[in-house]
């Protein structure tokens, strides 16, 4: 499976501002998603970052809110814009296997506090 | 209703125990079926992958697939502290979008 860092593990941000994670993989992959788990809940995709073009989003998720980059194969960006308190989560990487393409592996995630 | 349901608990078994794990769905086009481990503070691990109906061995885990019930479970044989975590089912159309749907994830405990 690919290694994939995140960057940072975690940050505490003040209301209004934006913050930027980073999701590193140590190979090139096909597909990268983004999730985010609230407190005490499971895994809700945001959206698959796609190579080259504007990434795909989930209902209830929008660009503004959530602009997402994927420059190359190894690397995306998810960006958390004018954050809220409801912000606060556990935001998550995720790549597809290069031989099983069901089958996503994650990062570590990024623990956002918004005060 | 979910597409995935998954009970919460939180459950709590002690050590060397059997412990099973559920979950039901609704959509009969699923046929990958997974299992990950999450540690508290840590990000989703692949525990059991498998395809369509049938189950998996592997070392104390076992996994079942029944498509005729739309049900899965996750055996754990000789349960150990470092089981306790939050288990998440997972499963799969396999289209081409690579979308998993996850269920809401069980907490186990097992105590010493």
């Known amino acids: 499976s690919a290694v994939i860092s995140q960057k940072p593990s975690r940050d505490i941000c003040q209301r209004g501002t934006s913050l930027t994670i980073q999701c590193q993989v140590d190979s090139q992959v096909t597909m990268m998603f983004w999730y985010r788990q609230q407190p005490g809940q499971s895994l809700t995709l945001i959206a698959t970052a796609n190579q080259g073009s504007e990434a795909t989003y989930e209902s209830g998720f929008v660009i503004d809110k959530f602009p997402i980059s994927r420059p190359n194969l190894t690397f995306s960006t998810l960006t958390v814009s004018n954050m809220s308190p409801e912000d606060s989560s556990i935001y998550l990487c995720s790549v597809v296997g290069i031989v099983a393409k069901n089958i996503q592996y994650f990062g570590a995630g990024t623990r956002l506090s918004v005060l | 209703q979910k597409e995935v349901e998954q009970d919460p608990g939180p459950l709590s078994v002690p050590e060397g125990a059997i412990v099973s794990l559920n979950c039901t769905y609704s959509?009969?086009?699923?046929?990958?079926f997974m299992w990950y481990r999450q540690y508290s503070r840590k990000g989703p691990e692949l525990l059991m992958y498998?395809?369509?109906?049938g189950n998996k061995e592997d070392g104390r885990f076992t996994a079942q697939v029944d498509k005729s019930s739309k049900y899965i479970s996750l055996f754990i044989r000789d349960s150990q502290p470092s089981d306790s975590a939050t288990y998440l089912c997972a499963m799969s159309a396999g289209s081409n979008t690579g979308k998993l749907i996850f269920g809401q994830g069980t907490t186990l405990q097992v105590k010493p």
């Open positions: 959509n009969s086009a699923f046929q990958y």
């Open positions: 498998t395809y369509s109906s």
